[in-house]
């Protein structure tokens, strides 16, 4: 991990808020909005910058579209990441043939299942000549509000919140054991409305790293962004929605910064 006396605080543009407004999701180097829930990539660049340094190992429990990937490539940090959507899969590496400057690989592994993603990371680590990784991120579905895949293994095919997050807590499990002590980890979650009310996933998941990991809670990060695809441009119509009902609109989702005890 980066020191602080490495960060040049003065010049830093480094967000350390618990509030980050972010006016539209970058579009440069290969980001492209093309998958629903994808990663703002402001997101993994300034955690990234925070927590790792040049040459570190990114591991990502939920691939997606590359984001975190793209952005480990422009930060020369390596990556392994994994995705048990072999279409996004595909095309994420179909991206990355022109990348000769990272270390990197996507593996079509279910993160739940410990054993495969066990074999998987020991077989990425002996590449790197390391024991651990440097920081793991993780962005996952938020229940079955969008479904990703049809796969029975998918988490966005859960849909009991209780099941959803004791296998959610055996992904994070898997990835966590090869986290080095005293590294970081993230976690992007978002809350859900599901019959007429709204249920506060993103501190269920929280809490349950909180009560089953040995971890310190290092932040609590609220993050807006304004160009919404999904409201984009239908501002209008969804608050005459949230106006004729009793909800609010769900424009926030949560970073949570946890670091691993050494014992």
Known sequence: MRTQNSIDWKQSDLNVDSLWLIPERAKSGKHKNIYHGNFVPQIPNQLIRRYTDLGDTVLELFAGS???LFECETLQRNYIGFDINP???????????DCSTIKYDIK?????????????IEEW????NKESVDFMIAHPPYLDIVRFTEDTRDLSTVSDIDEFLDKLLTAITNGF????????FAIVAGDVYKNSEVIPLA???????KQNLKVKMKGIIVKNIEGNRGKLGKQDIWKYRALRSDY???KHEYIFVFKKCSK
Request: charge should be positive.
């Open 125 to 128: 680590i002996k590449v790197t």
């Open 87 to 97: 279409e996004i899969i595909e095309y994420v590496k179909s991206c990355m043939l």
């Open 248 to 250: 609010f609109l769900f």
């Open 177 to 184: 054991k090869y986290l080095k002590p005293n590294g970081y």
């Open 108 to 120: 079509n592994v279910d993160v739940v299942d410990t054993n495969k993603l066990s074999r998987a």
């Open 203 to 209: 501190f269920k998941i929280m809490d349950t790293i």
């Open 66 to 68: 590359g984001t975190t």
